[in-house]
């Protein structure tokens, strides 16, 4: 018998609809009915590609026992925290409170009938294992809450006061900070510090790709020439791609590596990490014209194109899961690989060893197709045979929600792409247009829907600020000034509903969390919108986006000076700042015809703008500089001029 989640849109509630557990959709109705039944509230909190949520549903919320204690003893409610980001920001603030380390998905919370949390842990299983709290099963755990409420146990109901208190109180910073070019010079040394010198990456197992601190390290080496930003980079960047958290098969990027050596992955695709590490790939090849790296940008976006969209949509993520194991969609046998290629190459166990193919598996048994040396000579036609192999399978559960942050940063990455390869830069002139068609009704913009529904939940602040960046992004490489109309119209709606004094929040709905500023699960939506007001305020020449993006910036200097590492994004917008942008002025003609060279101009911070110069006219923030009709001569110009 299905419970509450029936009639919700969201692929997350709906993987739940069955499960024993009256579950309850985040609504009035069931904080309505804990107060009147005097019962605490349990708030799970996941997404349709966890595998941990998969875990806890299918050892907890299908347990018969831990569902009778949940339907008789609480009102049990289910959030996807791709749906409502903001109830998820909130939480995870609760979470860091309660247990002074971050939290993860599956969330679980445990509130008063009042809905003030007291209690915040991820994934519980249904038995107890040790004697503390922290080891008690889900059993216990729910017998224990349900009998202090029912008892109106007052330090239960005083802790959760005092949680309140906290989270309801915004930390302001000590104070401001000169905004500093030499920040970067301390982020350097806090990234060195993390730095992984055998395998890449900035942290031990697990690792996640980090693609805003790479961005930051590419930004560095074209500012500085500093080799050490530009060997992590590039160590980082190859590593990755060797195969593992890098489907070397379909192409695209899994969400992290289980292991140091970026083998193992959690095998589940997210939309926001592709997007991010195709534009990094990208910009790096524009540096420093390694084929490699384009090859793989393209691998990203074509597995993004083939596999996860739809009418120019794109889907949000797929599983880890399928026929109920982790990875079993990705890896091969070792005979099936051996048999598949043994009629096609007389060097079929030279071809296996480099493919990383052996009997006894470099996972569970079984392979993860990995290159640490050389390719095979006929990888190209390889790839096609170990992906007819996989055709026989099932493919993991894809999540088609349509969010406007995440499809947001694919769209630049592909106008990105675009300057290289034209036929992205059509793509994502549609995709943009069907996102807006989509997201943006009756002049309100949307967060998320899945195609062919009309969406529910209004945006939040990274819808906004995403967006927005896109479309200055689109502007860039189109020249078309319906684009900057519309940024604007973005911009200037996130600072009435979001903004205040130089600190913005995330949210103006259930909760008002407090937008973060630095680059955790993905770039952080201040630092995005910092950036598209920096562009936009330089091309139509309105200076009230540079002083909201200064106001912003110097609001945060404290953090931002001490602990840079945090805040890569955030970092590159000061550097932004303080060294100043350049504006590339020309006919349309001038700019579209070379983008290509126009694009992988070494300084980072360049904008471009169409107007009746026959020659290409450098220019700051109040006057121009040079002037020249070499292309070859932009960038000795530009360097000049800083």
């Known amino acids: 018998m299905s419970n509450k989640l029936t009639y919700e849109d969201s692929p997350y509630l709906q993987q739940h609809k069955n499960n024993p557990v009256d579950w309850y959709p985040w609504c009035d109705e069931a904080f309505e009915k804990a107060q009147k039944e005097n019962k605490a509230i349990f708030i799970s909190i996941g997404y349709s590609s966890c595998h941990w949520c998969h875990v806890m549903e299918e050892n907890v919320f299908e347990n018969e026992e831990c569902a009778k204690i949940l339907n008789e003893n609480f009102v049990s409610i289910k959030v996807d925290r791709e749906e409502r980001p903001d109830i998820d920001k909130h939480f995870q603030e609760v979470h860091m409170l309660l247990n002074r380390r971050p939290g993860g998905w599956p969330t679980s919370i445990f509130c008063t009938p009042q809905n003030k949390p007291f209690f915040a842990g991820t994934y519980i299983p249904p038995e107890s294992r040790a004697g503390s709290i922290e080891g008690m099963g889900f059993i216990e755990l729910t017998k224990l809450i349900a009998q202090k409420i029912n008892e109106n146990d007052e330090q239960l109901y005083k802790n959760a006061d005092e949680v309140e208190g906290f989270i309801n109180h915004y930390e302001h910073p000590k104070e401001a900070t000169l905004l500093k070019e030499d920040f970067y010079k301390n982020f350097l040394h806090q990234v060195k510090n993390n730095y992984d010198p055998r395998f890449g990456g900035f942290s031990v197992s697990p690792k996640f790709p980090q693609a805003n601190t790479l961005n930051t390290l590419l930004t560095i080496d074209r500012l500085y020439d500093d080799k050490a930003a530009r060997a ?32 193992v992955p959690h095998f589940e695709k997210m939309l926001y990490d592709n997007a991010l590490l195709c534009e990094v790939y ?34 949000s993520a797929s599983d880890a899961d399928s026929q109920g194991e982790e990875g079993s969609y990705f890896i091969y046998t070792y005979d099936e690989v051996k048999q598949a290629l043994n009629d096609k190459y007389e060097n079929v166990d030279k071809v296996l060893k480099q493919l990383g193919v052996t009997q006894t598996g470099n996972f569970e048994g079984k392979n993860i197709i990995r290159i640490d040396a050389d ?31 995440w499809s947001a940063m694919m769209l630049k990455s592909l106008f990105i792409l675009g300057s290289i390869d034209n036929k992205y830069n059509k793509i994502a002139v549609n995709s943009l247009n069907e996102l807006l068609k989509t997201m943006y009704i009756d ?51 996130a600072l009435e509903k979001f903004y205040k004094n130089g600190v913005w929040n995330f949210s103006d709905m259930d909760f008002e969390t407090k937008a973060e500023i630095s680059d955790n699960t993905y770039t952080s939506s201040v630092a995005v919108i910092i950036e598209a007001m920096f562009s936009l305020s330089s091309i139509i020449e309105d200076e009230k986006y540079a002083h909201f993006a200064f106001k912003t910036l110097e609001y945060n200097s404290y953090e931002l000076a001490r602990r840079p590492v945090l805040y890569p994004k955030m970092l590159e917008q000061v550097l932004r700042y303080t060294k100043g942008e350049r504006i590339i002025k020309s006919t349309q003609d001038n700019l579209s015809n070379h983008i290509d060279k126009l694009s992988a101009l070494k300084y980072p911070f360049i904008l471009l703008k169409s107007d009746s110069n026959s020659e290409y006219l450098i220019c700051g923030d109040k006057s121009c500089f040079s002037s020249t009709d070499d292309l070859d001569q932009l960038d000795k110009l530009i360097i000049n001029s800083i």
């Not at 192999?389 to 993991?396: A, H, S, T």
């Not at 062919?452 to 200055?472: G, N, Q, R, S, V």
Request: with cysteine; hydrophobic share 40%.
């Open 232 to 263: 992590m980079l590039l160590d980082t960047l190859n590593n990755m791609s060797k195969g593992g958290i890098y489907d070397l098969i379909d192409g695209g990027f899994c969400r992290y590596s289980v292991d140091e050596r970026w083998l």
């Open 282 to 315: 990208t910009k790096t090849y524009l540096i420093y014209k390694d084929e490699q790296h384009l090859s793989i940008a393209k691998s990203i976006a074509d597995f993004w194109l083939n596999f996860m969209s739809e009418n120019g949509l794109f889907y």
């Open 375 to 405: 390719a095979p000579e006929e990888f190209a036609e390889i790839k096609t045979i170990l992906q007819n192999i996989r055709k026989d399978r099932e493919y993991p559960f894809i999540d088609k929600k349509v969010q406007t942050s």
């Open 443 to 493: 002049e309100k913009l949307y967060h998320t829907t899945l195609i062919h529904k009309t969406p529910k939940i209004e945006a939040f602040l990274e819808d906004y600020a995403f967006l927005a960046d896109a479309i200055m992004s689109a502007y860039k490489y189109t020249g078309k000034d319906i684009y900057l109309i519309q940024a604007q119209r973005f911009i200037n709606i």
